[in-house]
């Protein structure tokens, strides 16, 4: 099977991933608590002395330097801008913690039926193309490199002709019908 294999997440940033931890999600390299609420009401302003926007991320809730591309704590790139001094709604850090575990084992598992005994084996993500000839989408698919199994679509595009026709003769493969993590087998 072609494809890359993925890096780890970029961030050197300690996150926890502690579901216990009920902190406020605070970078006080840019942000701080509102002096004038108790802590409890979870309200940061960001600080006035930011030379740029701030950015908040949508998932998690941390806030970052507007130069990052994705957030560093959960990779996630959908996030908002905040200028200096502008109040935000601070997340808890267990609210999105389970998204800081790295995942090292597939999910793709197989069940000895007489035994019950659970066969596991180490995840190792690529990237592979894929081409959906009925709607004429091209996609990178993340798949295991071991097993196969499917676990989402990135990158989408409309595809080329090209791509089509490679598709049609099974030099690009089409899309997994099912996800593992879906309640469905890959």
Same mark, same amino acid.
């Given at each position: ?108 598992? #197989? /069940?000895?039926? !007489?035994?019950?005994?659970? =066969?596991?084996? %180490?995840?190792?993500?690529?990237? @592979?193309?894929?081409? +959906? ?28 002709? #090209? /791509?089509?026709? !490679?598709?049609?003769?099974? =030099?690009?493969? %089409?899309?997994?019908?099912?996800? @593992?993590?879906?309640? +469905?087998?890959?």
């Amino acid at each position: 099977m072609e494809g890359e294999a993925l890096s780890d997440r970029p961030s050197d940033r300690r996150v926890s991933s502690d579901l216990s931890d009920n902190s406020w999600r605070l970078n006080e390299d840019v942000a701080h608590l509102h002096p004038y609420k108790e802590p409890e009401a979870g309200i940061g302003i960001t600080n006035k002395t930011n030379k740029s926007p701030v950015k908040l991320c949508k998932y998690c809730g941390a806030q970052y330097d507007s130069k990052e591309k994705v957030c560093p704590d959960c990779n996630s790139p959908n996030s908002r801008s905040l200028n200096p001094d502008t109040r935000f709604s601070l997340t808890p850090r267990n609210v999105t913690s389970q998204s800081n575990k790295k995942v090292e084992e597939c999910w793709n598992i #197989e /069940e000895d039926a !007489l035994s019950g005994a659970i =066969k596991k084996h %180490p995840l190792e993500m690529i990237e @592979v193309p894929i081409v +959906n000839v009925s709607t004429g989408e091209w996609h990178k698919e993340t798949r295991c490199k071991r097993c196969g199994a499917a676990y989402t679509k990135i990158e989408g595009r409309a595809a080329t002709s #090209e /791509e089509i026709e !490679l598709a049609k003769t099974g =030099k690009i493969s %089409p899309p997994t019908q099912h996800y @593992v993590g879906c309640g +469905n087998e890959a």
